[in-house]
């Protein structure tokens, strides 16, 4: 059964934080952090603001443009590394607000790859036969988790979400190829030390910022940038489709440099990346569905053009999914 994107929606919040307001903040400058990273602004979550807050309008959206309501869906799936709660899962929450009663409800923890992750599980429950109709969401609140005395990771992550509604193809519509992979030998090199059941939280986790996020920036560069060009690489093989017939690529926005190395090695033109991310940052598992509808707002893509997208996030995850939109 093909399956197809019916409907994209994405909510970023008001406030936004420029390099401009980092100088002030912490030691760096805004030549810097352009220069290393692409980011010129971001959004981020206001105080009592969760991940859930910024999902609902999300779905609401996204509903709205694939003309359903919410009593069709069959499922929520919501990726995120940054849950309202330990438990209930974000979804049941995001269920609740939007009026999804008849819809199973999971998180999928995959971090920056978890909306391809999501994606994959929702079309393939479509292809099976278990659902008719699935709701998938990025969204996350990093800015929570984030240590804003360091400069090698404070300047990189910005909050939002965005969200897809999945059903079987009534278009030209169809999820072509996908691929996803995981290597979770190291850990350590991106990662939230504190807050689970291996170092629960205490006084003294707080108290040394175990639970903000930890990045070794140079080893999630070249793992990114080498595990991203293998899914491009194998692409025509494994489709028989050329990289000269995808109209454009959409990447997680992780860094700009990544985007650029990967364009690079594997010889795609540049101009085929679509990069927001000077704007928005990186919002982890939102960042694919933003760009989405910033691509369909400009009329960048039409019904029937090859679209990939590319992830790679903690874990170590990644994952491609070529469709024709």
Request: glycine share 8%.
């Amino acid at each position: 059964m093909k399956v197809e994107i019916a409907g994209v929606g994405t909510h970023l919040p008001e406030r936004v934080l420029t390099n401009q307001d980092f100088e002030k903040m912490v030691d760096t400058s805004d030549e810097w952090i352009t220069k290393r990273t692409g980011i010129k602004q971001r959004h981020l979550a206001a105080n009592g603001q969760a991940t859930s807050d910024m999902a609902i309008p999300a779905a609401r959206r996204a509903l709205e443009d694939a003309g359903i309501t919410a009593r069709e869906l069959d499922c929520v799936i919501v990726g995120t590394c940054t849950p309202d709660y330990l438990f209930p899962s974000t979804a049941c929450l995001v269920q609740s607000a939007i009026g999804a009663t008849e819809a199973a409800c999971w998180d999928v923890e995959a971090a920056c790859s978890a909306f391809l992750y999501s994606l994959n599980q929702g079309a393939a429950m479509i292809s099976s036969g278990m659902c008719r109709k699935a709701l998938v969401i990025g969204s996350d609140v990093l800015s929570k988790y984030v240590d804003y005395t360091d400069r090698r990771t404070c300047i990189l992550f910005g909050d939002g979400a965005g969200a897809a509604v999945l059903r079987s193809s009534e278009n030209c519509g169809e999820l072509l190829y996908s691929e996803m992979g995981a290597d979770g030998s190291r850990p350590e090199i991106l990662n939230v030390p504190a807050g689970g059941t291996r170092c629960p939280p205490t006084a003294e986790t707080v108290a040394n910022n175990m639970h903000c996020l930890v990045l070794q920036g140079s080893e999630v560069f070249k793992y990114a940038v080498g595990k991203l060009a293998e899914l491009v690489s194998r692409l025509p093989e494994e489709t028989g489709i050329g990289l000269d017939e995808i109209k454009l690529v959409i990447p997680h926005q992780s860094n700009e440099r990544i985007i650029r190395s990967v364009c690079e090695r594997v010889g795609l033109s540049q101009d085929k990346a679509y990069m927001n991310i000077d704007r928005v940052g990186n919002t982890t598992a939102a960042s694919i569905p933003i760009a989405l509808r910033e691509i369909l707002d400009k009329g960048l893509i039409e019904r029937g053009d090859l679209v990939l997208l590319l992830a790679f996030g903690g874990g170590l995850t990644w994952s491609s999914v070529l469709l024709r939109y």
